[in-house]
C-alpha cells in the first residue's frame, strides 16, 4: 500500500528524533529527504532541531529545488538533489555529523581496505569526497562525482564536512548513519591498538559473493 505523503513527513520526523537522540547530530544540524516521485522531494525545513522536528517543518521541493510547499528547505538541498539525480534507487538520503564519523571526516583517510563484512554488506562501501565550500555548487558536483566513480557506494563521507548516507527508505539511510558510525568508533579502537586486521583479497572476494547472492556454504567450500 503506497504511503500517503503525511506519513511520509512523520518517517523523516521520526528519523530526526532517533539521530538526535543518539547524539549522531545536534542543535539545527542535519538535513533528511525522501523522494515522493521523478519530479517531489520532502526535506526538512531550514533551522530547525531535528530532534524537536513536526510535519509542519518538512518542505515539499521539485527536483530544480523550487519549494512547492512549505518554508525554506535545508541549506544543503542541492547535495540531496544530486544524489536522487545520479542514482534512480536512491529514495532517502540522511546527512549528518556523528561525532566519530566527523572527525575522520576531518582527517586523511582511505577505506581502500576493509576490515568489517558489514561495512560492504551495510554501507556498500564509503567514499570520500574532496574538500568543498559548503552549500556553494562545489557540493553537489563533488557529490555527483564520486558517485559516478563508486556507482555501487551508498554512504559518502564528506570531507571536512560530515556525512550522507542513501536508502530505499528513510529508515535504511537512518540505519546506515548508525552503523557508520559504529565502523568509525571500531576502526578508531583498532588503530589506537595499531593492529588493524584487514580482509585480504580472497576474504573479500567471498564476501562480495555472499553480497551477490550466492549460498554462504557454496562460498566457502561447503560444510565437511
Do not use: W
Not at 529545488?65 to 540522511?94: F, N, Q, S
Request: glycine share 8%; hydrophobic share 40%; with cysteine.
Amino acid at each position: 500500500m503506497c504511503k500517503t505523503e503525511m506519513q511520509h513527513k512523520e518517517e523523516i520526523v521520526e528519523a530526526g528524533r532517533f539521530l538526535y537522540d543518539k547524539g549522531l547530530l545536534v542543535g539545527t544540524d542535519g538535513n533528511i529527504s525522501i523522494r515522493l516521485s521523478e519530479q517531489e522531494v520532502l526535506i526538512t525545513a531550514s533551522g530547525f532541531c531535528k530532534g524537536r522536528l513536526t510535519p509542519e517543518q518538512v518542505t515539499k521541493v521539485d527536483m530544480e529545488g523550487h519549494v512547492l510547499e512549505g518554508r525554506k528547505p535545508a541549506r544543503d538541498i542541492r547535495m540531496h538533489l544530486a544524489v536522487y539525480r545520479e542514482c534512480e534507487e536512491a529514495k532517502a538520503v540522511v546527512h549528518a555529523h556523528p561525532p566519530v564519523t566527523t572527525g575522520y571526516a576531518m582527517s586523511e583517510v582511505s577505506f581502500a581496505k576493509t576490515a568489517l563484512p558489514e561495512v560492504l554488506f551495510a554501507l556498500k562501501g564509503i567514499a570520500v569526497t574532496e574538500y568543498t565550500t559548503p552549500t556553494t555548487i562545489e557540493v553537489p558536483r563533488e557529490v555527483s562525482r564520486v558517485m559516478t566513480e563508486n556507482p555501487k557506494c551508498r554512504t559518502i563521507l564528506l570531507a571536512n564536512h560530515g556525512a550522507l548516507t542513501i536508502g530505499s527508505d528513510v529508515s535504511e539511510a537512518f540505519y546506515m548513519m548508525e552503523t557508520l558510525e559504529m565502523f568509525l568508533k571500531a576502526n578508531l579502537v583498532s588503530t589506537l591498538l595499531g593492529n588493524t586486521r584487514y580482509l585480504d583479497e580472497a576474504q573479500m572476494e567471498k564476501v562480495n559473493r555472499l553480497i551477490k547472492g550466492e549460498d554462504p556454504d557454496s562460498v566457502i567450500g561447503g560444510i565437511r
